[in-house]
């Protein structure tokens, strides 16, 4: 009985060898799905630029290609002519080479310098099938990018990259065009608002903080002015002591302006104080902004330094703000105000110790909504599940403006003992400043291969 036992053994592991490959180099791998990341994008006059991501199911774990044929009509391809890619193609075949362990390609398509069009066009881009089998298409197999001034995506499947899991990101996203760019989380330090008032807002995803002197020149500031501020002026901090008074060093989470650190520029100029900027990334300054007719001067410099640099601002309404770094001066930080709707990344969020006491605190995988016209409601998917949620439902909600509406409400726990996780008990209804009205629930908080910092949604257009 046991030479029949360990026979039929022997031969059933003979047979999964020949037929299954029981060793795992000999193993065949399983084919991964590629997507992208939307079927249909947009591009024109004013968003000449479209970024495609193609996506896998799961990490690769082989160098390979995947080859894109693009069906472009009536449109010729080049530079100078309608339309052009980053990744030039060959014989009308754009071939985007990964490797082991990525989980996702990407390219851009751009509006060509010719481009004078009439009538809208559409380019069709199709993923071809891979002849070793490494990976298959999937059901999102082909993007079309309408050619166009009035595009607005239907919907899409999108990521929004910080980078890393140390967040050295933050990612725009821009639902009418289905776009998500992520720029440097350091890349400016103020931001001069263009709306009415005079406000300065602090660069929260960086952590910057802005904490006053009774002083009102910069030249009168040295590096005695800041002794013992290395130890409180930090964001997460070294203590939760509220006492400190922390809080009031940076901008309140919700977006007030009249609220920020700076407050509001006053029209007299000794009523405005020299302020000590702490910033990650470098020296720390010392700052002093005056209105200057409808815009902003601004006054910066080292703290030991006995002399200041002067940077008059005028606002830019084409931007929420004008922002500044305070070694480069003015810089493009940020998409052009109605090019984005939220973004993701970290940010300055106030954490309640108890009645009365705060502190400021570093949040990571936090949404932010764009202060000038975009607003919120949060719709559980108990009262009405994500697909039944029609533009008829619309009506009756409560939408919500502060900068930090999602928040965090997104996502659930962390800390130092457990990660965080993804609700998926709920979902958003949000109304850009165009009145379009999109769903949208995130998929993802982290990227298929268990990376923090790398977060997904879906969405559709609702009217």
């Not at 309404?317 to 970290?346: H, S």
């Not at 940010?347 to 705060?358: D, F, I, K």
């Not at 502060?402 to 008990?425: C, E, F, K, Q, Y």
């Not at 209804?429 to 629930?441: A, F, P, S, T, V």
């Amino acid at each position: 009985m046991n030479t029949l036992k360990t026979t039929l053994i022997f031969t059933l592991c003979t047979f999964q060898v020949l037929f299954s490959a029981c060793s795992d180099d000999d193993d065949p791998l399983t084919p991964f799905s590629v997507n992208f990341s939307s079927a249909e994008v947009g591009i024109s006059s004013d968003s000449p630029e479209a970024q495609l991501t193609v996506s896998f199911s799961r990490p690769s774990t082989m160098d390979g290609t995947i080859k894109l044929r693009l069906n472009s009509g009536d449109l010729v391809y080049g530079e100078s002519e309608d339309f052009y890619a980053s990744v030039a193609p060959q014989d009308d075949v754009i071939s985007l080479a990964f490797k082991s362990g990525d989980q996702n390609v990407n390219f851009t398509v751009n509006n060509g310098s010719a481009a004078n069009r009439t009538a809208d066009a559409t380019l069709v881009i199709s993923i071809e099938n891979d002849p070793d089998n490494l990976f298959i298409p999937g059901t999102t197999n082909q993007v079309s990018i309408t050619f166009a001034e009035n595009f607005i995506s239907p919907g899409a499947s999108l990521e929004m990259s910080a980078g890393d899991e140390n967040f050295t990101q933050r990612a725009y996203v821009d639902l009418s065009k289905a776009t998500s760019t992520s720029v440097p989380v350091d890349n400016f330090d103020l931001g001069f608002q263009t709306g009415s008032g005079f406000y300065v807002t602090l660069n929260s995803s960086a952590n910057l903080m802005a904490r006053p002197l009774d002083k009102n020149d910069l030249n009168d500031v040295s590096a005695a002015d800041t002794a013992g501020f290395a130890a409180v002026m930090t964001i997460p901090p070294p203590n939760f002591d509220a006492s400190i008074g922390s809080v009031a060093w940076v901008d309140t989470p919700d977006g007030d302006l009249s609220t920020t650190a700076f407050g509001e520029i006053s029209a007299t100029d000794t009523d405005n104080k020299v302020f000590i900027v702490k910033r990650n990334k470098g020296n720390w300054k010392k700052v002093r902004v005056l209105r200057n007719g409808e815009g902003y001067t601004l006054q910066h410099a080292d703290i030991a330094a006995t002399s200041f640099e002067t940077l008059d601002i005028t606002k830019d309404q084409t931007f929420e703000a004008v922002t500044v770094d305070l070694d480069q001066g003015i810089v493009e930080a940020e998409p052009e105000n109605d090019k984005w709707d939220f973004r993701y990344g970290t940010y300055t969020e106030v954490l309640p110790l108890g009645p009365g006491a705060s502190i400021p605190y570093g949040f990571k995988d936090l949404i932010t909504i764009n202060r000038s016209d975009v607003s919120i409601a949060m719709i559980m998917i108990a009262d009405t599940p994500f697909e039944s949620f029609s533009a008829a439902d619309v009506a009756g909600l409560t939408f919500e403006t502060a900068v930090n509406a999602i928040g965090n409400t997104w996502r659930m726990g962390g800390g130092p003992s457990s990660p965080p996780a993804l609700h998926t008990d709920r979902y958003y209804i949000i109304k850009d400043g165009e009145e379009n009205i999109y769903k949208l629930q995130f998929t993802r908080m982290y990227s298929l291969s268990d990376q923090r910092g790398e977060g997904a949604f879906k969405y559709e257009l609702l009217n």
